[in-house]
């Protein structure tokens, strides 16, 4: 079953129908796991493909429990053990490349959804060793990690947030219900129309760079490669994003928020901040801290303290790389994410220590700073991402097609154009916001929504019928 698509819609519809039926929690927790495990069912081939993944589940739930009973204890070898343990199952069920061949499962088998259900057990695992969380039962605990709206492709939301929502489970109200409809709607929209006009462009431009004849031809179809990615990506994504959140609100669930337009990021630790937000604040909880923490224990010095905070980054950003993919390019990924944030944190300290606190941080809200800092944070994020689409083959042949001259014209004139546009685009809506219906803004009004609700359905469902080719598939769902 595809999500977002009507079919996954219509099992939702009728699922919510049924679960909204009762008013015992109870009942609605059984309705809830018939559901998580349904979906879950409609994703495998048989028992036998479904039975690692059920592994995974209960050997992260032994070791949870486990954490919970040597909670006040000393058992911080045994809890080492439970964590590598844990990261070791996950990774030889992922088949990464530092475990010999021979040792992999020599029948198909079911991962969909495994890399969003590890960081929850996980998650579970170190919470309870310190013993931050409630005794869970085993109906909580699959509804928890098999929680149908998030098992694809996240949010990755934490268990006390989760149990916090299952104990109340709010039923829907009219106002909560239109707005959830509404983002249904525009996840569906950015997935089966806007996903699908950036990845059609950045195909149709793969194929005409190598028969381009002239600087310009070449330029402008580099440019449209390197651009139109980051945008498909975006949309696919976050379109995820609003339909599952949508749905989830019909079963009272609040998932977190995955995006916080994060193209108009100043820099490029704050767009991690913006971006797979529920993925960097995991990273950030449970790395970061951590590591930084261990860091400054093992150097207490005040001058160093900065620079720790550059190690911490770099490692934590390079895992996120890791964790995308087992192949060579998916870690030269990860070098990439965490070089970014770890020279974007250097510089950030050496501009202070050079210019003093206030003054960089008067350049940092100078407007033409800021502009020029967007443009750069979007050239930068597309580069990376060459690693995350493409072979190492797709992108020397790239080069080649470009050549040195070419390849800098591209960069250079991303980086001006991402700052035009972005900077464009600000303007435009914070001029629309100055339009007012009463006092809130007309771009805001319930009428405007409403007609903006009915165009984009109507526009997402002709598109869908005249299409010649399906909506391209989530990109994430393959994490």
């Given at each position: 079953?595809?999500?977002?698509?009507?079919?996954?819609?219509?099992?939702?519809?009728?699922?919510?129908?049924?679960?909204?039926?009762?008013?015992?929690?109870?009942?609605?927790?059984?309705v809830?796991?018939?559901?998580?495990?349904?979906?879950?069912?409609?994703?495998?081939?048989?028992v036998?493909?479904?039975?690692?993944?059920?592994?995974?589940?209960?050997?992260?739930?032994?070791?949870?429990?486990?954490?919970?009973?040597?909670?006040?204890?000393?058992?911080?070898?045994?809890?080492?053990?439970s964590v590598?343990?844990?990261?070791?199952?996950?990774?030889?069920?992922?088949?990464?490349g530092?475990?010999?061949a021979?040792?992999?499962?020599?029948?198909?088998?079911?991962?969909?959804?495994?890399?969003?259900?590890?960081f929850?057990?996980?998650?579970?695992?170190?919470?309870?060793r310190?013993?931050?969380?409630p005794?869970?039962?085993?109906?909580?605990y699959?509804n928890?990690?098999?929680?149908?709206?998030?098992?694809?492709?996240?949010?990755i939301?934490?268990?006390?947030?989760?149990?916090?929502?299952?104990?109340?489970?709010?039923?829907?109200?009219?106002?909560?219900?239109?707005?959830?409809?509404?983002?249904?709607?525009?996840?569906?929209?950015?997935?089966?129309?806007?996903?699908?006009?950036?990845?059609?462009?950045?195909?149709?431009?793969?194929?005409?760079?190598?028969?381009?004849?002239?600087?310009?031809?070449?330029?402008?179809?580099?440019?449209?490669?390197?651009a139109?990615?980051?945008?498909?990506?975006?949309?696919?994504?976050?379109g995820?994003?609003?339909?599952?959140?949508?749905?989830?609100y019909f079963?009272?669930?609040?998932?977190?928020?995955n995006?916080?337009?994060?193209?108009?990021?100043?820099?490029?630790?704050?767009?991690?901040?913006?971006?797979?937000?529920?993925?960097?604040?995991?990273l950030?909880?449970?790395?970061?801290?951590?590591?930084?923490?261990?860091?400054m224990?093992?150097?207490?010095?005040?001058?160093?303290?900065?620079?720790?905070?550059?190690?911490?980054?770099?490692v934590t950003?390079?895992?996120?790389?890791?964790?995308?993919?087992?192949?060579?390019?998916?870690?030269?990924?990860?070098?990439?994410?965490?070089?970014?944030?770890?020279?974007?944190?250097?510089?950030?300290?050496?501009?202070?220590?050079?210019?003093?606190?206030?003054?960089?941080?008067?350049?940092?809200?100078?407007?033409?700073?800021l502009?020029?800092?967007?443009?750069?944070?979007?050239?930068?994020?597309?580069?990376?991402?060459f690693?995350?689409?493409?072979?190492?083959?797709?992108i020397?042949?790239?080069?080649?097609s470009?050549?040195?001259?070419?390849s800098?014209?591209?960069?250079?004139?991303?980086?001006?154009?991402?700052?035009v546009?972005?900077?464009?685009?600000?303007?435009?809506?914070?001029?629309?916001?100055?339009?007012?219906?009463?006092?809130?803004p007309?771009?805001?009004?319930?009428?405007?929504?409403?007609?903006?609700?009915?165009?984009?359905?109507?526009?997402?469902?002709?598109?869908?019928?005249?299409?010649?080719?399906?909506?391209?598939?989530?990109?994430?769902?393959?994490?």
């Amino acid at each position: 079953m595809n999500v977002p698509s009507f079919e996954f819609l219509a099992f939702a519809a009728v699922a919510a129908l049924v679960f909204n039926l009762f008013r015992q929690a109870g009942w609605r927790q059984a309705v809830l796991l018939a559901t998580n495990l349904i979906f879950f069912a409609s994703l495998v081939h048989g028992v036998v493909a479904c039975l690692p993944f059920l592994l995974f589940l209960t050997v992260g739930y032994g070791l949870m429990r486990l954490a919970q009973r040597t909670a006040a204890g000393d058992g911080r070898l045994l809890f080492g053990t439970s964590v590598v343990v844990l990261i070791l199952l996950f990774a030889w069920l992922k088949q990464y490349g530092f475990f010999p061949a021979q040792v992999f499962l020599d029948f198909p088998y079911a991962t969909i959804g495994l890399s969003y259900v590890f960081f929850r057990v996980l998650h579970l695992v170190i919470d309870a060793r310190g013993g931050a969380l409630p005794a869970i039962t085993p109906l909580a605990y699959i509804n928890y990690t098999l929680n149908f709206t998030a098992l694809i492709s996240g949010p990755i939301q934490r268990y006390p947030d989760y149990q916090e929502q299952a104990k109340r489970m709010a039923r829907p109200h009219l106002v909560g219900a239109g707005r959830a409809l509404e983002r249904i709607a525009v996840g569906f929209f950015k997935v089966f129309l806007l996903s699908h006009v950036f990845h059609d462009l950045q195909l149709q431009a793969l194929g005409a760079l190598p028969g381009a004849v002239g600087t310009g031809a070449l330029v402008t179809q580099g440019l449209i490669i390197a651009a139109s990615y980051p945008l498909f990506l975006y949309c696919n994504f976050s379109g995820y994003t609003d339909v599952v959140i949508g749905v989830g609100y019909f079963f009272g669930l609040r998932l977190p928020e995955n995006f916080n337009n994060p193209f108009i990021a100043e820099n490029f630790i704050n767009f991690w901040g913006r971006w797979h937000m529920s993925l960097s604040n995991w990273l950030k909880t449970y790395v970061y801290n951590t590591l930084l923490m261990r860091l400054m224990e093992r150097f207490p010095s005040r001058a160093v303290e900065p620079f720790l905070g550059v190690v911490a980054f770099f490692v934590t950003f390079f895992l996120v790389g890791i964790w995308h993919g087992q192949t060579s390019e998916f870690v030269m990924f990860g070098l990439l994410q965490g070089g970014g944030v770890a020279v974007n944190k250097l510089y950030q300290i050496q501009m202070a220590l050079r210019l003093g606190k206030k003054p960089y941080k008067a350049l940092c809200a100078n407007p033409v700073y800021l502009i020029a800092s967007r443009g750069l944070t979007f050239t930068w994020f597309a580069f990376t991402l060459f690693w995350f689409w493409s072979t190492w083959g797709q992108i020397e042949a790239y080069y080649a097609s470009l050549g040195w001259l070419g390849s800098l014209l591209v960069w250079g004139c991303l980086w001006v154009g991402a700052a035009v546009v972005i900077e464009g685009v600000r303007r435009a809506w914070a001029l629309l916001l100055r339009l007012k219906a009463g006092d809130a803004p007309l771009a805001l009004s319930r009428y405007t929504r409403t007609v903006g609700f009915t165009v984009i359905a109507t526009l997402t469902t002709v598109f869908i019928l005249l299409a010649n080719s399906p909506a391209p598939d989530i990109v994430y769902k393959t994490f």
